[in-house]
C-alpha cells in the first residue's frame, strides 16, 4: 500500500510540474529533444525569367545541426502574404497562388524549436512544369539567432527529388571546402 501511495505522490507531483512549467517541455524524437513548439517563416523568391513559375507542389525540409529534420509537404497550402521585392508591403488584397514569375511568398509552419542555427534546406518539385526559385530562408520568430542563411538555387529545381544546400558540416580540404550532402527517400 505504502508503494502505491508514494508512486500516486510521485505522478501527481510530475503532471504538476508539467502543467506549471509548459514552456520548458520537452520532445523527444529519437534520441534528440527538442525544446517546445517554434514558429517558422519560410521566404521563398520565385526569379524574374520567363516561366519560371510553377503551380506544382513544393515540399520543404529544413533543418539544424543537430540533424533534426522538419519537413513540410506541401508547402503550397501554409501561404501567409506575398511581399513586393521593391519596396517590401505585403500585396495581400487578392488571393493568389504561390510561386509565381518575379515574387517572393511568405510561409508559416509551426513544428518543434531546433537547437541550433538552421543550416541546411532542400526543396522538392512535384508535377510536370518547371520552377526556378532564386533563394529561400527560414527565419525562427521567437528565436532570431537560429534563423538561416539564404539558400540560393537560382536555376530550374530537378523533379521528384530532394534538391537543396547543407551548409552543417563542411570540411576544408586542401582543394577547398568540402560539404557532406544528405540523402533522402
Known sequence: MVIHERF?????LSLLAISLDCQSMMFVRGE?????????????????????????????RFGDSKSYDLLVHPLNRRHVKWVDKMDQSVLDDAPRKPFQPCSV???QVDGPCVDTAICYLYLKLTGTDNWRPGFAQVRVLDEARFNSDYFYFRSDLPRHVWHGYDFCDREVTRFGIRHKRKVFD
Not at 500516486?8 to 501527481?12: D, I, K, M, R
Not at 517554434?38 to 513544393?58: F, M, P, Q, R
Open 8 to 12: 500516486f505522490a510521485v505522478t501527481l
Open 32 to 60: 534528440q529533444q527538442m525544446k517546445g513548439n517554434c514558429t517558422y517563416v519560410i521566404t521563398i523568391e520565385t526569379s524574374c525569367i520567363k516561366d519560371a513559375g510553377t503551380s506544382n507542389h513544393i515540399s520543404l
Open 105 to 107: 511568398d511568405d510561409f
